[in-house]
């Protein structure tokens, strides 16, 4: 099943216009890592409100299927749905293993308003030994434009941030209730 999924997202990602023409192995950007708790605690550290506002974000909002929306605001004063707020669309989802979001609507002030409606993220999880999970984010469809090649750069920073917080996180010790 897994490398039927695989070879889909390898079809639908050859068959896009916005990647046709594109030598997408060199313009993918990948970040990877351990975090030190299972899968399904990763999972939903990724895909849920509670999760989300447990290592990442103060606000979330997230209709988990294909099509619907995870909306995040990184502002304690903030709310979902104001100028701020970051919504991406889920393109694809299998449970505990692979996401795949778009950019939708970036918050007000985002420095590459047209590259970034190119650009896809698609992040996998894998079993570890030890209560582990190796998660892996690639972000595909930067152009060779220089807006996509800054956007690169910013996402680069940006999810090497997002995976040390995410290991950082489970890394803590537990609250306790």
Known sequence: MRKFLTLMLTALTLASPLVRGQDISSQALVHEGLVTAPVDLVWSALTTRSGQEFW??????????????????????GEIGDAQTIEN?????????????????APL???????????WTVIYL????GAQTRV??????FGDDPDSQ????YFDRGNAYTLRKLQER??????VR
């Open 136 to 141: 892996r984010i690639v972000g595909l469809g």
């Open 56 to 77: 990442m974000v103060a606000h979330s909002e997230i209709d988990l299927r294909v099509g619907g929306l995870m909306r995040t605001h990184y502002d304690p004063k």
């Open 109 to 119: 002030g985002f420095p590459f308003p047209d590259a970034i409606k190119a650009m």
């Open 170 to 175: 489970f890394a803590a010790p537990a609250p």
């Open 89 to 105: 669309r889920i393109l694809s989802f299998e449970p505990g293993r692979m996401l795949s979001i778009q950019v939708s609507k």
């Open 126 to 129: 894998t079993p570890e030994a």
């Open 150 to 153: 800054k956007m690169r750069q």
